[in-house]
């Protein structure tokens, strides 16, 4: 039977028939945020993406440094260690398009210091409706990144000097109706725009 001290408990653990001992396991707060992101009005890939951001095991810059693969650096502001609180909202390439889609201030400059409280102070402060169009932006800022990192996608090559490339995703849920996402790049792969 678990044993509560503060906010851990101590449990029997048994390693062999012949052994046991005690493990100490600390009690994780409920994701109240990222947990209703299951019963939001968006696709099943936006979810299983806010579900991996919010536990903070998407492969950004710097979990993928920790492996000893690269520096771990933004692909966008190359002298700032990419986490994912700088991916998805400090990066000012992030920060901006978080802006031109009309999320207010209280989202995109937010104090909090790891990923999980933003997506709780997020889905608090925001309508239900407006917090599925937050997780689907960041799933298209994340994809956007990784086919910056990906560029060798020529269907998705970024425009000429002068020409802005607009990308338009949409989809049908008949029990939710329908619903698209649109960003506008330029030539640099900044984004100029966004719709959810």
């Known amino acids: 039977m678990p044993h509560m ?12 028939g012949a052994f046991s001992s005690f493990r100490l396991a600390l009690a ?8 209703m992101t299951q019963s939001l009005p968006t696709l099943p890939k936006v979810r ?15 979990r993928v440094a920790t492996a ?17 609180l700088h991916a998805f909202r400090d990066c000012p390439d992030a920060s901006e398009a978080l802006h031109l889609c ?16 933003w997506l ?39 425009p000429p000097s002068g020409v802005v490339a607009i990308s338009v995703d949409g989809a049908f849920i008949q029990s939710h109706g329908a619903d698209i996402g649109v960003v506008a790049r330029d030539s640099n792969g900044r984004v100029l725009g966004g719709l959810a």
């Open 5 to 16: 001290r503060g906010k851990a408990y101590i449990r029997p653990y048994r390693n062999s």
């Open 28 to 35: 994780r707060p409920t994701i109240s945020g990222v947990a």
């Open 48 to 62: 299983i993406f806010s579900w991996r951001l919010g536990h903070d095991c998407l492969p950004t810059g710097s």
């Open 68 to 84: 000893g693969l690269g520096l771990g650096l933004c692909p966008f502001c190359p002298t700032t260690v990419e986490t994912s």
């Open 102 to 117: 009309g999320f207010p201030s209280l989202v995109t400059a937010s104090l909090t210091t790891s990923i999980l409280d």
């Open 120 to 158: 709780v102070e997020a889905a608090r402060s925001l309508s239900r409706e407006d917090f599925a169009k937050l997780l689907l932006v960041l799933w298209n800022l994340w994809n956007r990144q990784n086919l910056w990192a990906d560029s060798f996608l020529s269907y998705l090559a970024t």
